[in-house]
């Protein structure tokens, strides 16, 4: 088992950064790949980045591309998402996943491993 636990959201105008944190425990942290995704009411939960388990490969959604970046401190066995240059459409809970695939997965029905999710809101 993994447990996810994800922190550092909160509300913030547009144009301004938050970085996320999300902390693992129950499985060696560079085992897993991980990610970053997010869900408005209404909609299905949707990508947002993720990087690989040996940190090789990082992905990211098209809208984030420029403005989001993950990365991990694995000693620390804590996952980041810096989000840079916000958007009111940024607006959501966002989570952290986990996977023992080897491989980035969009989808979010493959991911294994689920934080309680935090709640990202910019204002306008």
């Known amino acids: 088992q993994v447990q996810l636990v994800e922190s550092g959201g909160g509300l913030v105008q547009a144009g301004g950064s938050l970085r996320l944190s999300c902390v693992a425990s129950?499985?060696?942290?560079?085992?897993?790949?991980m990610g970053w995704f997010r869900q408005t009411p209404g909609k299905e939960r949707e990508f947002v980045a993720a990087i690989r388990w040996d940190g090789g490969r990082m992905d990211y959604a098209d809208s984030v591309k420029g403005r989001f970046t993950i990365y991990a401190n694995y000693p620390e066995n804590t996952l980041y998402l810096q989000m840079n240059s916000l958007l009111p459409e940024d607006t959501a809970v966002y989570y952290c996943?986990?996977?023992?695939?080897?491989?980035?997965?969009?989808?979010?029905?493959?991911?294994?491993?689920w934080g309680q999710g935090t709640q990202v809101t910019v204002s306008s």
């Open positions: 996943a986990a996977t023992a695939w080897g491989i980035i997965l969009y989808d979010a029905a493959r991911w294994r491993y």
């Open positions: 129950g499985r060696t942290f560079g085992t897993l790949t």
